[in-house]
């Protein structure tokens, strides 16, 4: 049915995950509201990107066959009426520029400076650094709205395009937005189970008949663990059983599914945060524990899923961070100085975690792939309706 | 302050905006939800252009200077890994394509079958084509998310990306949706006014003294006036005073902001819904009256701010749809094959309407530019943070 999108929402199951998805996005509301945080329009189109590695879609008008910027503006022959004129798009526009321009020593800004924002913009990754400038003048913040990874990725539980729940507290620590995240996937779980019993029986006896133990066991209390312990466990299973991993296990890596699926559906049949990771896998603006070889970062894994859930306490020591900046972003580094400023001119300790929405929604409902949670999935080669 | 978008929520007049926002986007889910309507998001990279005559980004991974779309995933030498190893970036590799594949006959499919989504997909400029297949299939529905348009526009009232609200109702007519949306717009104000009193005394105090009649203005009764008795009424103005508009005044034209802020603050002085709009200034999709030459399709202005919400009843006999789709999109209105299925495979009368959440909170806090009433403004030549 995936490929009748726009037909897809007659059959009863979809009914049923819609009918429980918006039930969830109110229950985010709710639960931010009622705690009087503040909801944040964060921007979707940026220059930054808070995790470096992450691939990003570029927003253009230098690819529109007509697009002329100044649109009847201005009565100057401008490049942009130039490219209007031209019927060779976009190859003669991006040839004249070439040779216009920098013919030599091509620099990416010479081109996007005629774009609609005189510079190379993306769409947004993660609200993160946008929503940490609002905690640091208001308190508690919290944003939901869609963000983007252009990966090449086809997994049940990738999208290109997803919707995003990401929250700030002011004087919280790692312990402290553990607790808070998970009253809240508990109270938008409690929320579901309320207001959609139709729909999860529906569920139950049609599609997912374990459905309400899959949610009961995520409203139970979820265990924490030190990703020291974990890489033990999992170098224990991996050592009990030759190629038990396909991705071998040393400490200093990043977890892959496999890893979280043996740890939350084999080994602790339950919920699990796992903290302070290796500084190295994780992100420049996370706090470096004492240990200066671990940063204060959790994830929340839950079975059948994986991650749902990620935060960290912020590096709030504007030297430190600064460093960090320098070596994830070298040259580019100019573009975090407004994020740097927050800690140069007044700045408080401070938390968030962010949700994956959608993942939230396959917990919820127990359907197993990401694309049936959304109306409209985006993934490579498919963006339809 | 606006240049400092990341330290701005630090005075005091942005952290009343701010409140202010996030009380109102909290209303519009209370409103909506109260009365079982379902949120559903609507995609944000689409094919499809709702208002054709819109400017529209581009979203791509073309321009990208390292991506590779296959990433490690294939050992073939394709396309991408071709690109990835190109120094020459981008013009180097539009050039090769350039030669590669249509050096003739160009065309823009050949160019965009290598991108992400193997075709050319913008950013949304209206979520409503999608929103209405859900309509059509669960009944009530609205969305809340942020659009976009491309346009050279550095107006006080123009963002290049905002925030809509849009929703459809089954079985509702042009008279049910202007009573609908008055009751919205009426809870959202009411709301916050019950919430946010000391926000609105500090703007009273400092910035708009008139901001509590402003609000109380946009809370008695909305007038309804046809379209063709507001253009006597401008007619009779311009009659009055020679050049008394700018732009001239005709049946048929579509309003401009003079005029309707003539209509709101110096004739009216009140909001009025206009209906009933000649077809040719409005869109494909709106149901055509029995006079065969006006649409059933109203706005609502507001003063100071002119239009804050249009809607329309939408076409739903297939063969007059089909052939607007036709007139309209030309070889491309294969396109909307799935829009015309809608009608095609079931379907029911219905109605919509779609608001301009960033122009609300210029309402609800009397703040006269919108680039103040948003935390991160885009508009042409600007993308900071």
């Known amino acids: 049915l995936r490929d009748l999108s726009h037909l897809r929402p007659r059959s009863n199951i979809i009914g049923c995950i819609s009918r429980i998805r ?13 705690l009087d945080f503040l909801y944040i329009n964060t921007p979707i189109i940026t220059k930054c990107n808070c995790e470096p590695d992450d691939e990003q879609f570029t927003v253009t008008t230098l690819l529109e066959k007509n697009y002329s910027k100044k649109n009847n503006k201005s009565n100057n022959t401008t490049m942009f009426d130039l490219e209007t004129k031209n019927k060779n798009y976009p190859f003669k526009i991006i040839q004249q520029n070439y040779n216009e321009n920098h013919p030599k020593n091509l620099e990416s800004i010479s081109y996007f400076k005629n774009d609609f924002f005189e510079d190379q913009v993306y769409l947004t990754s993660s609200g993160q650094l946008e929503l940490e400038s609002y905690a640091c003048a208001l308190s ?13 990725n086809f997994t049940e539980r990738h999208l290109a395009e997803f919707w995003m729940v990401e929250c700030e507290i002011c004087f919280a620590d790692l312990s402290d937005i553990m607790s808070l995240s998970e009253k809240f996937i508990k109270f938008c779980l409690n929320y579901t189970l309320e207001h959609n019993k139709a729909d999860l029986n529906y569920i139950a006896n049609h599609y997912e008949k374990n459905v309400f133990e899959i949610i009961k066991n995520a409203c139970f209390p979820y265990l924490r663990v030190n990703y020291t312990e974990v890489i033990d ?42 903290y302070n990771y290796p500084k190295r896998v994780k992100s420049f603006y996370m706090k470096i524990n004492d240990d200066q070889e671990t940063v204060s970062a959790m994830d929340l894994l839950v079975p059948r899923i994986g991650e749902i859930l990620g935060g960290s306490e912020r590096e ?17 580094s100019e573009k975090y100085k407004s994020y740097l400023e927050l800690r140069k001119f007044g700045t408080v300790p401070h938390s968030g975690f962010g949700l994956g929405f959608d993942r939230l929604v396959m917990l919820a409902t127990g359907i197993k792939n990401i694309k049936d949670v959304i109306p409209y999935p985006r993934y490579p080669d498919y963006s339809e309706f």
Do not use: C, M
């Not at 050592?239 to 200093?252: A, D, L, P, R």
């Open 316 to 332: 709030d020591r504007l030297n430190i961070l600064s460093d960090n900046v320098k070596r994830e972003f070298g040259i580019n």
């Open 233 to 274: 466990i999992l170098l224990e299973a991996s050592n009990f059983k030759k190629n038990f991993f396909k991705e071998s296990v040393t400490w200093g890596i990043s977890l892959s599914q496999e890893h979280e699926l043996y740890l939350t559906d084999v080994y602790f049949k339950s919920p699990v945060f796992i």
């Open 22 to 34: 918006s039930n969830l996005a109110f229950a985010v509301h709710l639960f931010f509201q009622n």
């Open 140 to 152: 508690d913040v919290y944003s939901f709205g869609p963000a983007f990874r252009a990966e090449y």
